[in-house]
């Protein structure tokens, strides 16, 4: 089992910067991919950002150019920079873990094993 813990979330304008943070059980130069996912109230839970083992980095249309997303192995822990935030990105950020090679694509929910328990992100305009 893999324990995964997102902090960082708040309440920020439109603009407005913040920095997640997924702190990980397992060491995470162990995982195949780690990802970043959303979901906002009615709306299905979608793929923001993904990092692999190779350290390549992908992600969603909307994001590219505002979003970073990076790890820090000797802490265990992902991180998602997002900047010149809207109101559109306000959702519930949960961070995703799988460790093995499974065929999904990095945006596929069912790509990933382990879930944290998310971190809310409200843009006002």
């Known amino acids: 089992q893999v324990q995964l813990v997102e902090s960082g979330g708040g309440s920020v304008q439109t603009g407005g910067s913040l920095r997640l943070s997924c702190r990980a059980s397992a060491n995470t130069y162990l995982m195949y991919r780690m990802g970043w996912f959303r979901q906002a109230p009615g709306n299905k839970r979608e793929g923001v950002a993904a990092?692999?083992?190779?350290?390549?980095?992908t992600y969603a249309d909307s994001m590219k150019g505002r979003f970073t997303i990076s790890e820090d192995n000797a802490k265990n822990s992902l991180y998602l920079q997002m900047n010149s935030l809207k109101p559109e990105d306000t959702a519930m950020y949960y961070c995703?873990?799988?460790?093995?090679?499974?065929?999904?694509?990095?945006?596929?929910?069912?790509?990933?094993?382990?879930w944290g328990q998310g971190t809310q992100v409200t843009v006002s305009s």
């Open positions: 990092i692999d083992r190779s350290g390549s980095t």
């Open positions: 995703a873990a799988e460790p093995l090679w499974n065929g999904g694509s990095w945006y596929e929910v069912g790509a990933y094993s382990y």
